[in-house]
């Protein structure tokens, strides 16, 4: 059975920084592009990153380029997301999700995702 | 960017009845459109990839149809479990991928 848990929420401050993590079980992970996709309190759904199986692509939304940082560890079947200089306007539940076509943009699997609030 | 339009914002019907939920980009995503359900306090579920291509284990009661621009998910006869959030996604031009700001379909 397919399963995504992430970690790595919580509360944080305007300008810190935080760590998203996701863990795969259940399918062989190193074969397939991964995704963060957060949802604001109320609102709808928007795409943060991605990442190829391999590791030679990442893609971002431009609200968080130079700030967030997608990562994946293929031995420990895990994905990252780095997050610094955090924002009010981040605050959301992020999800991971699993690539359905092999191009990162169709999503098959999600986790529970993971609540992420930027407030002092 | 594509943006994408859904429509309406709320549709409020009956079980047993059928729900007709529209997509629209703001330039063609060609048939590069998944569609979503997602349940209050759930991550989403795919439901329809490439336009009109179901998902593994989704019901057939869920069809998936248009291209170019305009999109239509229709679920033939609601069922309880049907009342949910439903949002469509383009994977036409990226990044960014985008997301409709979502349809509730609620009991009437």
């Known amino acids: 059975e397919v399963q995504l848990v992430e970690s790595g929420g919580g509360l944080v401050q305007p300008g810190g920084s935080l760590r998203l993590s996701c863990a795969a079980t259940?399918?062989?992970?190193?074969?397939?592009?991964m995704t963060w996709v957060r949802q604001a309190p109320g609102k709808g759904l928007e795409w943060v990153a991605n990442?190829?199986?391999?590791?030679?692509?990442?893609r971002y939304v431009d609200s968080v380029k130079g700030r967030f940082t997608i990562s994946r560890d293929n031995a420990k079947n895990s994905l990252y997301l780095q997050m610094n200089s955090l924002r009010a306007e981040d605050t959301a539940v992020y999800y991971c999700?699993?690539?359905?076509?092999?191009?990162?943009?169709?999503?098959?699997?999600w986790g529970q995702g993971t609540l992420v609030t930027v407030s002092s | 960017e594509i943006v994408l339009t859904q429509s309406p914002a709320t549709l409020s019907l009956s079980p047993g009845e059928r729900a007709t939920l529209s997509c629209r980009a703001s330039?063609?995503?060609?048939?590069?459109l998944a569609w979503y359900q997602q349940k209050p306090g759930q991550a989403p579920r795919l439901l329809i990839y490439d336009a009109s291509n179901r998902a593994t284990g989704i019901p057939a009661r869920f069809n998936g149809s248009g291209s170019g621009t305009d999109f239509t998910l229709t679920i033939s006869s609601l069922e309880p479990e049907d009342f949910a959030i439903y949002y469509c996604?383009?994977?036409?031009?990226?990044?960014?991928?985008?997301f409709g700001g979502g349809t509730k379909v609620e009991i009437k």
């Open positions: 999700a699993r690539d359905l076509v092999g191009s990162g943009t169709v999503f098959d699997y």
């Open positions: 996604q383009q994977r036409y031009n990226w990044p960014p991928l985008t």
């Open positions: 330039q063609s995503v060609s048939s590069y």
């Open positions: 990442i190829k199986e391999d590791v030679t692509e990442m």
């Open positions: 259940g399918f062989t992970f190193s074969n397939y592009w």
